[in-house]
T-cell receptor, first 116, second 116 residues
């Protein structure tokens, strides 16, 4: 099946640091990539949707200057958490999808971000 | 806007027993429904999906789900649970914004514990 690689799997860093998370679709070209945030014992909340070559569409309440998303190619999207603070600590998950209802999204294994 | 309700936060079953996880959705048109499973600290794996046609859908790992339009439900079932099925299960409804891939709205999840 399709594989989505997300890196790094875990990050621990100091407050004020910017952190970049990569999401790669390894064996298919992803029309769209999604970024989710998951709080402990809660569901996945969609943060933004990005189509290759276009600016990301952010969900209401998500600061686009805080969470920078780049989708430069059909196989790579990056999420950069700028000037991270402890409240940004969370589990971030990406998914990649192709156009069409019969194409399921494939999820990465997530990144555990801890800001000290 | 679409929404998904999973009424059960946590379910515990004995190994070998049958399982049913409930999911109710709210969506204005024909829903596109999914069940995903998440193991601790990992991403999501698609179990099955419903787009149209037969309302009883077969998935991986012996799971099935039945779409009932009259009840706005899409419950997940398995006749005999294995200890390896212990995980978090998410029901989701898909929405197609008109460009790229569809977006998913997730329920809050049901944690399944299996007693040996």
């Amino acid at each position: 099946g399709a594989v989505v690689s997300q890196h790094p799997s875990r990050v621990i860093c100091k407050s004020g640091t910017s952190v970049k998370i990569e999401c790669r679709s390894l064996d298919f070209q992803a029309t769209t990539m999604f970024w989710y945030r998951q709080f402990p014992k809660q569901s996945l909340m969609l943060m933004a949707t990005s189509n290759e070559g276009s600016k990301a569409t952010y969900e209401q309440g998500v600061e686009k200057d805080k969470f920078l998303i780049n989708h430069a190619s059909l196989t790579l999207s990056t999420l950069t958490v700028t000037s991270a603070h402890p409240e940004d600590s969370s589990f971030y998950i990406c998914s990649a999808g192709k156009q069409g209802w019969d194409q399921p999204q494939h999820f990465g294994d997530g990144t555990r971000l801890s800001i000290l | 806007a679409q929404s998904v309700t999973q009424p059960d936060i946590h379910i515990t079953v004995s190994e070998g027993a049958s399982l049913e996880l409930r999911c109710n959705y709210s969506y204005g048109a024909t829903p596109y429904l999914f069940w995903y499973v998440q193991s601790p600290g990992q991403g999501l794996q698609l179990l099955l999906k419903y787009f149209s046609g037969d309302t009883l859908v077969q998935g991986i790992k012996g799971f099935e789900a039945e779409f009932k339009r009259s009840q706005s439900s899409f419950n997940l079932r398995k006749p005999s649970v294995h200890w390896s099925d212990a995980a978090e299960y998410f029901c989701a409804v898909g929405d197609y914004p008109g460009a790229g891939s569809y977006q998913l709205t997730f329920g809050k999840g049901t944690k399944l514990s299996v007693i040996p």
